[in-house]
């Protein structure tokens, strides 16, 4: 999981992966300047990149340069899906507006995207509109969970049934601190892991949908970034996002305005907690998203089952 402010700047609960080639702003200029040399301006780095360099290019557009192999392979799903899939969402994504060849010494395709004016859902220090907000996920849910085609990316880790995530809930359940209630949290996934599996087709999903990928400008939802972990599967996933940043009563709302049946949100719940021990587990260093990883773990205890 990340965090993300505008585009890009993502932070992980584990210690920044080094870089396996290096980028710095004169790269990053040269590269502009050879490929697409009417779009060159000021470069501002964003600080903070997981997988990815990021440079404010001018006032709207981002320069995203994948620092290792893994994140070049995850930046090709955007590249290829996001500007299909993007028409039809309410909210402002990060389309990609031009793409980079390898050159200069640069081993991997890289992009200028939109940049999405904001702050992290997760790091926004103003109100948010509660109400807004689940509106406007629920308006998101509805429009991306559409029925992916078959040529969609699959991924391991996400979209998939509870039961293969049950290796690594365990291994970090045994990591968390010692004031979390394991004994609450392993009843509520074993009732998750109870629920019937998704049997609709495969729809799209971002994959990676919490707080820290939701853009917020004066306190209202405008934006959804970081779409490399997108795939087909169910979208319980995604859904899981009700328990890390909406009220009990929004959640209610936002279940109410999708149609959701009792075994996708009991699922939802599942994931939920799935990643808060995730997060949790490895997040000692970010109090962000150790703070983020608790608060859904309370809520999604407290909540009904059904």
């Not at 992966?17 to 040269?30: F, K």
């Not at 990591?175 to 509520?188: G, H, I, K, T």
């Not at 490399?228 to 279940?255: F, I, Y």
Request: charged share 25%; glycine share 10%; with cysteine.
């Amino acid at each position: 999981m990340g965090r993300s402010a505008a585009y890009g700047w993502v932070v992980g609960p584990a210690p920044r992966p080094e870089a396996e080639h290096p980028i710095d702003e004169a790269l990053v200029s040269a590269l502009v300047a050879d490929q697409h040399p009417d779009v060159l301006g000021a470069l501002r780095r964003v600080p903070g990149g997981w997988d990815n360099e990021v440079f404010r290019l001018g006032d709207d557009l981002a320069v995203r340069l994948p620092r290792r192999a893994l994140a070049a392979g995850l930046q090709e799903g955007e590249l290829r899906w996001l500007p299909v899939l993007a028409p039809r969402l309410p909210l402002a994504v990060p389309v990609p507006v031009r793409v980079g060849e390898p050159g200069l010494g640069y081993p991997w395709r890289w992009a200028i995207v939109r940049w999405i004016e904001g702050e992290s859902l997760l790091s926004t220090t103003e109100p948010v509109d509660q109400i807004g907000l689940g509106a406007a996920l629920g308006r998101f849910l509805a429009a991306i969970h559409g029925e992916a085609p078959d040529d969609a990316p699959r991924n391991a880790f996400r979209g998939v049934p509870l039961v293969d995530r049950i290796d690594r809930f365990a291994d970090h359940l045994r990591s968390l601190p010692d004031d979390v209630d394991r004994a609450a949290v392993e009843a509520a996934w074993a009732t998750a892991l109870d629920e019937v599996s998704w049997a609709g087709p495969a729809v799209w999903i971002h994959g990676d949908l919490h707080p820290g990928n939701l853009v917020v400008r004066r306190g209202r939802l405008v934006g959804v970034v970081d779409f490399g972990d997108l795939t087909a599967g169910d979208p319980a996933t995604d859904l899981a996002v009700a328990w890390m940043c909406l009220a009990p009563g929004e959640r209610a709302s936002l279940r109410g305005r999708l149609g959701v049946d009792a075994a996708t949100w009991g699922r939802a719940r599942g994931w939920a907690l799935a990643h808060a021990v995730a997060v949790l587990a490895h997040s000692a260093d970010d109090p962000a998203m150790a703070s983020m990883a608790r608060r859904t773990l309370a809520a999604a205890l407290a909540d009904p089952l059904s």
